[in-house]
């Protein structure tokens, strides 16, 4: 396929959450993930580190922490419905995205089950930090988060980022192995869209002119 431009994988890229059940190969992976290493970051400090799950590994992972959830074992996701209604765009965006999740059949607590699950898609990349670079590693991990999703919309994958994945933290990290001190900060589900209800939903903007001060 003909890669994207960066304008182009902007405007298309948005987050899918139906993937078709089609492997991503190995170096189409790497071919999204080495770009995604070339984000910008504080003192070129590059704290983050990504796992990527694929095939068996990831459908134990499912096991582990879809246990982890419905035994309960969930920590903080950290922002809460009270704490969107302060942002900006969020009063718009629960506006619209909550009804439109509802007519596709998924509710609030079903769009958390799926996130955790990365929506079924055939790749996860999971971005931490070390604790020891919170809070300001944060802005980094985000960058690198970015790239990743353009890199992979520049060539032909779909994404979704899932901070909801946080919650099952614990799960993850025993997962993983990671021992302590290492911090889970988000997953990025990557695939291509299989088009079900749940993506017939495209998120809005602010308005860009209440969005963008000019001083010139
Ligand atoms: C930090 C972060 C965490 C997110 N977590 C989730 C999540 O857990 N589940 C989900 O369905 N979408 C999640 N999203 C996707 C947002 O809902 C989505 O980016 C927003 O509604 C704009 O829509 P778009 O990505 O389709 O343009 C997350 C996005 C970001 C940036």
């Not at 290493?37 to 499912?62: H, Y």
């Amino acid at each position: 396929m003909t890669e994207l431009t960066v304008s182009v994988a902007i405007k298309a890229r948005r987050s899918t959450r139906s993937y078709k059940n089609e492997p991503i190969p190995h170096a189409l992976l790497e071919e999204v993930l080495r770009p995604a290493c070339m984000a910008p970051s504080a003192k070129n400090g590059q704290p983050w580190r990504v796992t990527v799950l694929q095939g068996a590994r990831l459908e134990a992972f499912r096991a582990a922490v879809v246990a982890a959830f419905e035994s309960g074992k969930t920590g903080s996701f950290g922002a809460s419905a009270g704490s969107l209604r302060s942002m900006r765009g969020g009063r718009s965006l629960q506006k619209a995205f909550a009804p439109a999740m509802e007519a596709a059949g998924v509710s609030p607590a079903e769009l958390i089950r799926r996130s955790i699950v990365f929506f079924d898609a055939p790749a996860v990349a999971l971005v931490s930090l070390d604790e020891a670079d919170l809070p300001r590693g944060l802005v980094d991990a985000g960058l690198f988060v970015s790239h990743l999703c353009l890199a992979a919309q520049g060539l032909g994958l779909d994404s979704c980022i899932a901070g909801y994945v946080r919650i099952v933290e614990g799960a993850v990290s025993d997962f993983l192995n990671w021992g302590k001190g290492r911090r889970l900060i988000l997953g990025v589900a990557l695939g291509y869209g299989a088009g079900e209800p749940i993506d017939g939903f495209k998120s809005p903007r602010e308005p860009f002119d209440e969005t963008v001060e000019w001083e010139e």
